[in-house]
């Protein structure tokens, strides 16, 4: 079927366009999102539609102002209004101390949303496929997400519509090169570092050996759960109504209402339960922690951000966080988990890992990361060294006292690990074996200290 | 905790165990159920069991007498009553036309629960672990299966137990070395032409790259999963029984019924209707082609094995089979997906790959599998060549004609293929690339002609 036509029918079977609409077009000038605007523009007529095309540039890439201007001219050329919002993400993610990609990925939404409500749009149409759906599942699946996770993304999520999930990336770059699309290629779509481009790049083709078929049954396993979930949320929505009400200071269930229900039920009661107080997602571990307090009936409370638990008179009360004793957390076992550029804070240190294409900062390292797999932030501990430039190594220890740091800092300076291995002595001294050679991935890294 | 405690505890907290039962223990001679016959021997007296030790030799492996015997004495020394069957796996799976690791899998399965009625057991217990249960819920996931894939395996299954899915291999390997027992190694688990030792061998330990903890996550998977669709289930049998009703000759479902479910519920009504009348599992797709059947009420009708679905004034139909009109298939297009040791038809031809330690049969020839990823069989094709013997190729129409194969004949052919690659023509010639070196994997292959 001709690809145009492809794409009209899946809009119109999931029911995401409607005549006389007016659409926003997310574009990046990537094959994808500039055959998603040229579709749009084919289909214009017949669906009476206004396209607004927008560009949001992160201020990370050098390469975005050229971008943005091809994606103009691409707007231009099919007469479509376009909107180019500047961001400057890496600032933003330092702020909000979350990664570059979630800070990115969050003021994208949020300018392509103003931009809808200014044109008044009924919808935001970005160029997820059927590849993309696929890694998303494989994403969710590797970190054990439950049903949720495994219905990927849906073709409408409120405002956002997914015409392109009914087809692949194949199909897509077939669309382009027969329509010669100006087609802008982002090099940080090849960098190792990002799990997503490891997953799409290293770890989907694996699986290809195992299963030829892996992307369809991938699609075909979303929409499995798309519908199980539907139900499933359903059905405990209306237990909610039911069983979840206000009272004693914040909202409380019937502990004997809850273990009536089968247990898939039960969580999803306690889940509504947390909702009602905070928007912070509840891991399965913290769930089955509060079903044990409810089957236990101990009387003990149980705390997350946002909520505290309490059974009491046979009700599972959710009540506000009660202000907190200040405390003097000894920090000397935190670990934390680098899975990417972004910033991450052990103790009252900020370490920054951007991607190769930030501009450079004032002390930053290089640091070659082609070969990651799971990276930590932690402190100092017994029998750590690193190699230095020789090819010799160095104690820590022997490291310290050589610079002659005093012992009282020596457990509040951040290790940047892979594994057992020291990559760097945040601050100080970066191993030899991660000095990125010419051409190889490699990442910034920067150390601040906490400015509150 | 103490290995055999944390086993216990287990089985009290699944429900596994009762007091004063008689238990069949499956073993194998392996480090799994070796120290599940000796934590179970441990636990006897507390519990007040009676413990009978099963061993079915598959005749397949030489090895299998010696492991035979070291579990004779294990049960011996336990003073446990041991009972070992015989049977040859490899000419039931011909004779069935399954592969020999389903075939193996279904006299094992029919010869526990033999033994546990002539004993008066309560239960069978299997040695699978959590990290076995990582690797179902994986092989689950790259088919696509939904829900019920990814419950992976339960701790009881009507009279299967399962008394070590609450501990990992490694606590398992620990025990089995600290108690000195008598492993025996089977050397078809390093064997990389089955997919499941692939999984294990490969997949997971590159998985666990992406996610050190995937194998707890996993398991955490399968439990979500086996509540939602316990819940599901539960929903869905009640709605069968409303709605599912025997008529017409055979069983009937309102299509008004059907579509005023949500979508979960429609696809498992029809997996109701479609079980009353064959135990053949049904795909999704076929799932989707009744459904899309039941929303055009068209009249026309959807045929698998074992069932005939019909729609009729509004009513779905699920119908005996019409005996079949004889047909000629012209089954050039033909494409058998070969995963494994087993036996596979194409056509009139039945194509065996046997594992290195099956006893060489007339006519065989040894392929090397090191490497395999996804073989198929099929017939010729334009373009079709072949490696042989110094290096050269052959175009596969030359070869015929220098083999002076009628042209009639040289459809019927099957093809043993690796992608585009020939392995073997198979009964005439095998690939040079293929030859086995000394210490390479290899499986032997051979053909049948139809006996019928």
């Given at each position: ?128 496929h059927r590849d993309d759906q696929a890694e998303t599942v494989l994403h969710h699946f590797l970190r054990g997400s439950?049903?949720?996770g495994l219905c990927g ?12 999930l009914g087809v692949t990336r194949r199909e ?24 997503r481009?490891r997953l799409r790049l290293d770890l989907l083709p694996l699986l290809r050996q195992y299963n030829p078929a892996v992307t369809e049954d991938l699609n075909r396993l979303a929409a499995v759960m ?227």
């Amino acid at each position: 079927m001709d690809f145009v036509r492809k794409v009209a029918a899946y809009c119109r079977d999931s029911g995401l366009l409607h005549r006389d609409e007016c659409i926003v077009i997310a574009c990046s000038g990537g094959s994808d999102s500039l055959a998603l605007l040229d579709v749009f523009s084919r289909l214009r007529q017949e669906w009476r539609l206004r396209l607004v095309v927008c560009y949001v540039h992160h201020g990370i890439r050098a390469a975005a102002d050229r971008e943005a201007a091809v994606v103009e001219r691409a707007a231009m050329e099919r007469e479509c209004a376009f909107y180019c919002h500047r961001v400057r993400v890496p600032q933003l993610a330092a702020a909000t101390r979350e990664s570059i990609e979630t800070a990115g990925r969050k003021v994208r939404y949020r300018l392509l949303r103003q931009t809808a409500a200014a044109v008044g749009a009924a919808a935001i149409a970005v160029a997820h496929h059927r590849d993309d759906q696929a890694e998303t599942v494989l994403h969710h699946f590797l970190r054990g997400s439950g049903t949720a996770g495994l219905c990927g993304m849906r073709a409408r999520n409120r405002d956002i519509i997914r015409p392109f999930l009914g087809v692949t990336r194949r199909e897509i770059e077939a669309y382009v090169a027969a329509r010669k699309l100006p087609v802008q290629i982002d090099e940080t779509n090849f960098q190792r570092f990002y799990l997503r481009n490891r997953l799409r790049l290293d770890l989907l083709p694996l699986l290809r050996q195992y299963n030829p078929a892996v992307t369809e049954d991938l699609n075909r396993l979303a929409a499995v759960m798309q519908g199980e979930d539907d139900f499933l949320c359903a059905y405990a929505a209306a237990l909610g109504r039911k069983y979840v009400r206000p009272g004693s200071g914040g909202w409380t269930l019937s502990v004997d209402a809850l273990m009536a229900q089968p247990v898939a039920m039960r969580r999803r009661l306690i889940r509504i339960g947390v909702s009602k107080m905070t928007a912070t997602p509840i891991t399965f571990q913290q769930v089955e922690t509060i079903l044990a307090l409810a089957a236990k009936a101990t009387g003990k409370e149980f705390r997350m951000k946002g909520v505290r638990v309490v059974c009491s008179y046979r009700e599972l009360c959710f009540l506000p966080p009660v202000a907190r004793r200040k405390t003097t957390v000894s920090s000397d076992a935190s670990v934390v988990a680098v899975n990417g550029p972004g910033s991450y804070r052990l103790g009252k240190r900020q370490v920054v890992l951007a991607g190769a294409v930030t501009p450079p900062v004032r002390d930053n390292v290089l640091l070659r990361c082609g070969t990651v797999t799971a990276w930590q932030l932690r402190y100092r501990r017994p029998g750590d060294y690193i190699c230095l430039q020789n090819g010799s190594t160095k104690k820590l220890k022997k490291f310290f006292i050589d610079q002659k740091i005093p012992a009282s800092r020596r457990d509040q300076i951040p290790l940047l690990c892979n594994g057992q291995e020291i990559i760097w002595i945040c601050g100080y001294a970066v191993n030899s074996r991660y000095f990125p050679a010419a051409g190889e991935d490699y990442i910034r890294g920067w150390i601040q200290e906490e400015t509150v």
